[in-house]
Structure formats: C-alpha cells, structure tokens
C-alpha cells in the first residue's frame, strides 16, 4: 500500500498568506491541494502562532462550528473549525480572547461574492502557547521568509527566468518550479514590502533588532558550511529514527523539547543549530509534526 506523505506545517505570516490566490487543485479525489504563494511556497498545511483576537461559534452549542482571527505581527489569519476538526472545536471553545494560540491547519479556499478567491485556514491541532513560543514563532517564520526574499530579489534581476537558472542562484528544484508558476501568475513582486512586514515583526519583539542580524545562507556560497549543516541533518534524521523505533512512536513520534535535549547532551550539536536543521528538514519534508510539539519522519 503507497503512504500518502504528509504535507508539512509552513510557518507563513498572515501577510504573504492572504497575498496568495494561485490555486492548484488536485487531480484526483484524495489528492491534496495546494496554494502557491507570490514567494514560491507551495503549501497545504500551514502553522500559525499568534494572538486570538476573536472567536464566535455561528452554529450551535450542540454542533459548534468556531469562525476564528489569529493575528501575527504582518496581519490576521481567518481560522476555523467545526465537526470534522473534533479537537481543534473543543479547544476554541475553551480559549479565552485575547490568548496567544498554535494552530496547524489546512488550507481553505472559496470564492468571495465578487468572485475573488479567499483563502482561510482550517483548524486540525490547537493549543494554547505563551509569548515565548509566539516570539520564537516569529523568529523562525522570518528566517524562513528571508530565505525566500533573498532568492526572489535575485531571481528578478535576471534577463530571463528558467528552472536551471534559478537553480544556479539557490533554489532547489521544486521551489524553482514553483517559483516560476508563481511569476507567471503574480508577476514581478513587490519584496520592499515583505521586507519592511519582517522588519517590523521582529522589532515588535526584539526592538534592538537590526536587519543584518537575521541574515541566513541561501546556498550559493559557503561550500564547507553547507556541508557541514547537511552532516547535522543527517546525524539528527539517524537519531530521531533511533528514538522513534526506542520508543515505539512511529505513528505520533516524539516530543520535540524531549528530543532536542536528548540530541544537544548526546552530540556536539548546539540548540541553534538543532532547530535550524529541523526547520529546513521540515521545509523540506522530511520531518513533519503530527500532533503539536512532536517530531516525526515521514
């Protein structure tokens, strides 16, 4: 029997989330669909930690269905949940407003009454998370952005776009592949605008932030670098597989703060090192969380 891959959780701010409206549906029943957006993500899944401003059930207490407003420092994600989504219903209708909340969901899309595609989220795992771990969200979701601003801006001086073109400044195949999908439809993107959105995210929590402290490789140059965050990679992929056949996890895997500790004490990898290569294997689906806070292969 083929396993179906899961789709893995992107950390997207709301800001490049509702600039996207290029849909790609999927040829057969059970296949996914996805969004791409102006920035070359191609999504199904998404993980959002942010503030819950609002909240209204507009079915019943015996059917509730939760119409729900996440925001993060660029904007507001529109997230719901309702008899399909058991536990997500049953957390939302717990929280309090204003709370800090996770949310991993699916993508939702639909058409508005003047006939423009409207993307939203629906809910599959929510929790109630402190500042801490929405600033570290934040952190992490720029990091990832950058990676992509970093290659667009290059990638728009170019005379003429290409897949092998774009694999010559950085890309990986599939984000070339997207990326192109996504100029074709969007046209040239306005990236000053993302690049003041993140700025002023990551000042909202660290306001001695300076643009040059976030800067990340984009894979054409540091050869020695690179070759040693792959052996990282590589090593923390072994361990977790390790683990999980340890502890009989393969269907939830195992908790993330439990392992990240396990692996820090056992190798010379730091904590920094260690999330930004499960950051980039997640990206890159090799890693997915299949219940908030855990870690597993796919």
């Given at each position: 029997?083929?396993?179906?891959?899961?789709?893995?959780?992107?950390?997207?701010?709301?800001?490049e989330?509702?600039?996207?409206?290029?849909?790609?549906?999927?040829?057969?029943?059970?296949?996914?669909?996805?969004?791409?957006?102006?920035?070359?993500?191609?999504?199904?899944?998404?993980?959002?930690?942010?503030?819950?401003?609002?909240?209204?059930?507009?079915?019943?207490?015996?059917?509730?269905?939760?119409?729900?407003?996440?925001?993060?420092?660029?904007?507001?994600?529109?997230?719901?949940?309702?008899?399909?989504?058991?536990?997500?219903?049953?957390?939302?209708?717990?929280?309090?407003?204003?709370?800090?909340?996770?949310?991993?969901?699916?993508?939702?899309?639909?058409?508005?009454?003047?006939?423009?595609?409207m993307?939203?989220?629906?809910?599959?795992?929510?929790?109630n998370?402190?500042?801490?771990?929405?600033?570290?969200?934040?952190?992490?979701?720029?990091?990832?952005?950058?990676?992509?601003?970093?290659?667009?801006?290059?990638?728009?001086?170019?005379?003429?776009?290409?897949?092998?073109?774009?694999?010559?400044?950085?890309?990986?195949?599939?984000?070339?592949?997207?990326?192109?999908?996504?100029h074709?439809?969007?046209?040239?993107?306005?990236?000053?605008?993302?690049?003041?959105?993140?700025?002023n995210?990551?000042?909202?929590?660290?306001?001695?932030?300076e643009?040059?402290?976030?800067?990340?490789?984009?894979?054409?140059?540091?050869?020695?670098?690179?070759?040693?965050?792959?052996?990282?990679?590589?090593?923390?992929?072994?361990?977790?597989?390790?683990?999980?056949?340890?502890?009989g996890?393969?269907?939830?895997?195992?908790?993330?703060?439990?392992?990240?500790?396990?692996?820090?004490?056992?190798?010379?990898?730091?904590?920094?090192?260690?999330?930004?290569?499960?950051?980039?294997?997640?990206?890159?689906?090799?890693?997915?969380?299949?219940?908030?806070?855990?870690?597993?292969?796919?």
């Amino acid at each position: 029997m083929t396993m179906t891959r899961r789709e893995v959780g992107w950390r997207l701010f709301a800001q490049e989330f509702m600039d996207t409206d290029l849909y790609l549906e999927g040829e057969e029943e059970r296949d996914p669909n996805y969004l791409i957006t102006p920035l070359g993500a191609k999504v199904n899944r998404v993980f959002v930690v942010g503030t819950m401003t609002e909240k209204e059930n507009v079915k019943s207490p015996e059917d509730p269905f939760w119409n729900t407003r996440i925001t993060d420092p660029t904007g507001m994600h529109f997230v719901s949940a309702g008899q399909y989504q058991p536990e997500a219903t049953s957390q939302f209708q717990q929280m309090e407003i204003p709370s800090f909340a996770a949310v991993v969901g699916k993508i939702n899309v639909y058409e508005g009454d003047d006939g423009d595609l409207m993307t939203s989220l629906r809910a599959e795992n929510v929790k109630n998370v402190g500042e801490n771990e929405r600033d570290l969200w934040t952190l992490k979701a720029a990091k990832s952005t950058i990676r992509r601003l970093k290659l667009v801006d290059k990638a728009q001086e170019l005379d003429e776009l290409s897949k092998d073109s774009l694999m010559e400044l950085g890309f990986k195949e599939e984000h070339a592949e997207n990326f192109l999908k996504a100029h074709e439809h969007y046209g040239e993107v306005n990236t000053e605008s993302y690049w003041n959105a993140i700025e002023n995210a990551v000042k909202f929590i660290l306001p001695e932030y300076e643009s040059k402290d976030l800067t990340v490789e984009t894979g054409e140059e540091g050869g020695s670098e690179i070759e040693d965050f792959e052996k990282i990679k590589s090593e923390i992929m072994e361990l977790l597989e390790e683990k999980i056949e340890e502890k009989g996890a393969s269907e939830h895997g195992v908790d993330f703060n439990d392992f990240k500790d396990y692996v820090t004490e056992e190798t010379d990898i730091s904590d920094s090192e260690f999330e930004e290569a499960v950051d980039d294997l997640r990206a890159n689906g090799e890693l997915y969380e299949p219940v908030l806070g855990n870690l597993n292969t796919i």
